[in-house]
T-cell receptor
Framework: ETGVTQSPTHLIKTRGQQVTLRCSSQSGHNTVSWYQQALGQGPQFIFQYYREEENGRGNFPPRFSGLQFPNYSSELNVNALELDDSALYLC????????????FGPGTRLTVT | KQEVTQIPAALSVPEGENLVLNCSFTDSAIYNLQWFRQDPGKGLTSLLLIQSSQREQTSGRLNASLDKSSGRSTLYIAASQPGDSATYLCAVRYMEYGNKLVFGAGTILRVKS
């Protein structure tokens, strides 16, 4: 069974640029969630996708957007990058069950200069 | 606003000690609570998930308890080892928020050999 994978591992961007982060869900999982973790803090929920539709969103501006593909892989896009967007971005996959246990990937470290 | 608080923020103990990490949450209407481990700069590893109908879960040297009425969970680590050194995060799935996890800021644990 393949776990959750994310790419790239690290990324450095300049303020104002756009970035795309990618996530492959654990085999058989149909739900993917994205979280932002600033240094020294717990992860903050960005949004969730279920069967290619957004299924809940946290307190993040519209310049944070996402996609889920038919194979349940996902992308997180961030436009007009700001310095405060520097963080570890985590993807988690799960099944739509009562437990809804989420399995996290290794994350992408984004640095905005 | 539903929140999660973890105490202490950091903990340093000698090898072999038994220790307790605390997590508190603001509403008893939860689906479940999950404990994670995070190594520096890495993703999250799920340790234990407790459903709202359960009182505790055990895995090896780890035992997690849940008291919904008081809004508290504890993670008990028996016979700590240097390899247990990491950040431990508590996350709650509140009924009000559906499927997103609300995280605490974590407890940084250092086990000295």
């Amino acid at each position: 069974e393949t776990g959750v994978t994310q790419s790239p591992t690290h990324l450095i961007k300049t303020r104002g640029q756009q970035v795309t982060l990618r996530c492959s869900s654990q085999s058989g999982h149909n739900t993917v969630s994205w979280y932002q973790q600033a240094l020294g803090q717990g992860p903050q929920f960005i949004f969730q996708y279920y069967r290619e539709e957004e299924n809940g969103r946290g307190n993040f501006p519209p310049r944070f957007s996402g996609l889920q593909f038919p194979n349940y892989s996902s992308e997180l896009n961030v436009n007009a990058l700001e310095l405060d967007d520097s963080a570890l971005y985590l993807c988690a996959s799960s099944l739509q069950t009562d437990t809804y246990e989420q399995y996290f990937g290794p994350g992408t470290r984004l640095t905005v200069t | 606003k539903q929140e999660v608080t973890q105490i202490p923020a950091a903990l340093s103990v000698p090898e072999g000690e038994n220790l307790v990490l605390n997590c508190s949450f603001t509403d008893s209407a939860i689906y479940n609570l999950q404990w994670f481990r995070q190594d520096p700069g890495k993703g999250l590893t799920s340790l234990l998930l407790i459903q709202s109908s359960q009182r505790e879960q055990t895995s090896g040297r780890l035992n997690a308890s849940l008291d919904k009425s008081s809004g508290r969970s504890t993670l008990y680590i028996a016979a700590s080892q240097p390899g247990d050194s990491a950040t431990y995060l508590c996350a709650v799935r509140y009924m009000e928020y559906g499927n997103k996890l609300v995280f605490g800021a974590g407890t940084i644990l250092r086990v000295k050999s």
